[in-house]
């Protein structure tokens, strides 16, 4: 559907994207409170101390990511910074954070206040419901089965998550109730983010290359400034000794390896694929690289937060420092596990979004093999080498793959700066046997 097809369907109060649309500041503001919900999140998953807390952390987390990226492709249809729609994301953006306020006591409500769990379950089906009214209203050419499509996982998924908040009332031991709550969590995330991207919907479309990949070009900035923030957080109330000190810069060289490993090609790769497909190759595209692979990518990132908050150095435990403690197993698992998972969702991305970029995802692929290879071994160091190992192996993948991508990198700036002059028509051809970019 080309924009002036669009604009001919779209109801008064809205304006359509097109192709040199940027991301606007309603959706910056609706971005930043992503930076506290994931503070939450991982704040969830260190509650416990186990497994079992990192798994209510990320199912918390693939809810919230589902919901974000249903708003990320209604931004990409109607403009967010006009009429209707910024009413509406405006409305939005205090009940979410409402909703991310709970997020601490969804799993194991404290006593003495509100129900958390119910009022979570009721602020995400708000904020939902805001999205489908304002998905229906600038849609006004859905069919049934498309309506369908759009409300029933959405249903089914809100029946199971109170169905979970009951669990604790029905007199189960509690064991029983945990597990409970984990299954039904897990089938209303396979249900409402699984079928809900998969189900057939004619009128799902990307507008905008370019403001798709800056979106979420935006949200991975947002995930490693959480990292950034749990670092200071962590050393508010710390002297400034050498193993805070040295610990801090080993975090923030981790997270800007991280930041210089997603940039340096993959936001080129990723806008030029979808820039140059089919109507109906972007929304595969964008669905698969982007809706869906970039959430591991955000939580191997809550993961890497979750391990520097088990570093002696970081969370006051200076005797350990001295000491030369290793890593707890949930900080060594977190803070390894997390960078290569982050690293092999990244290489997964490339591998779908370019054919030739392909040749350039092993060296994340070995840096990840190789982190993961080092586990047994960070039990036996301490917790500050530990984490500088992790710093060396992030920074030498950055270089390595700096040095090896360059010419595909010099080329990918010169075609979007080619299109962005000249244009791009929304409906030609990828072309699968030249460029080989898409």
Not at 144 to 163: C, E, K, N
Not at 234 to 256: K, R, W
Not at 382 to 404: D, F, K
Request: charged share 15%; proline share 5%.
């Amino acid at each position: 559907m080309t924009a002036e097809a669009l604009v001919e369907r779209l109801r008064r109060g809205l304006r359509p994207v097109t192709e040199k649309t940027n991301v606007t500041t309603a959706e910056l503001f609706f971005d930043v409170v992503f930076v506290f919900a994931f503070i939450q999140v991982t704040t969830l998953m260190t509650a416990e101390h186990n497994a079992l807390g990192v798994a209510h952390g990320l199912l918390v987390l693939t809810l919230l990511w589902w919901s974000w990226s249903l708003f990320a492709w209604l931004g990409n249809r109607v403009r967010a910074n006009y009429g209707l729609s910024r009413l509406v994301i405006l409305t939005a953006t205090p009940v979410l954070f409402l909703l991310a306020v709970t997020i601490r006591e969804v799993f194991d409500d404290l006593p003495g206040g509100v129900d958390s769990g119910l009022l979570f379950v009721t602020l995400f089906v708000l904020v939902r419901v805001f999205y489908l009214a304002l998905r229906l209203y600038a849609t006004p050419g859905l069919r049934r089965r498309d309506v369908t499509a759009l409300t029933v996982p959405l249903s089914v998924a809100t029946g199971l998550l109170l169905a979970a908040v009951l669990l604790p009332t029905s007199g189960l031991p509690a064991e029983r109730v945990r597990l409970g709550q984990v299954l039904l969590w897990g089938i209303a995330v396979a249900i409402d983010y699984g079928f809900g991207m998969a189900l057939p919907i004619p009128a799902r479309a990307i507008f905008s290359a370019r403001h798709w990949a800056e979106r979420h070009n935006l949200i991975i900035i947002v995930a490693l400034g959480e990292v950034l923030v749990a670092i200071g957080i962590a050393g508010t109330d710390l002297p400034n000794t050498p193993g805070l000190l040295i610990a801090s810069a080993f975090a923030v060289l981790v997270a800007g390896a991280l930041e210089w490993i997603y940039f340096d090609l993959s936001t080129l790769t990723g806008e030029h694929a979808i820039r140059g497909a089919q109507p109906a190759r972007r929304v595969a595209l964008a669905r698969d690289g982007y809706t869906y692979l970039h959430l591991p990518m955000i939580a191997g990132i809550m993961l890497l937060s979750v391990g520097l908050k088990h570093t002696p150095s970081l969370v006051g435990d200076i005797n350990a420092y001295h000491r030369g403690d290793p890593l707890d197993t949930l900080g060594r698992y977190a803070l390894y596990g997390g960078v290569a998972l982050f690293l092999a969702a990244h290489a997964a991305f490339q591998w779908r979004l370019s054919r030739r970029a392909r040749a350039l995802v092993w060296p994340r692929l070995a840096a990840a093999v190789a982190l993961l290879s080092l586990l047994p071994v960070t039990a036996r160091i301490s917790a500050l080498q530990a984490l500088g190992w992790l710093a060396v192996a992030c920074l030498v993948t950055a270089v390595v793959e700096v040095v090896v991508s360059r010419p595909l990198r010099r080329q990918l700036r010169q075609a979007l700066s080619a299109e962005a002059e000249t244009g791009s028509p929304e409906n030609r051809e990828a072309d699968p046997g030249g460029t080989g970019f898409s």
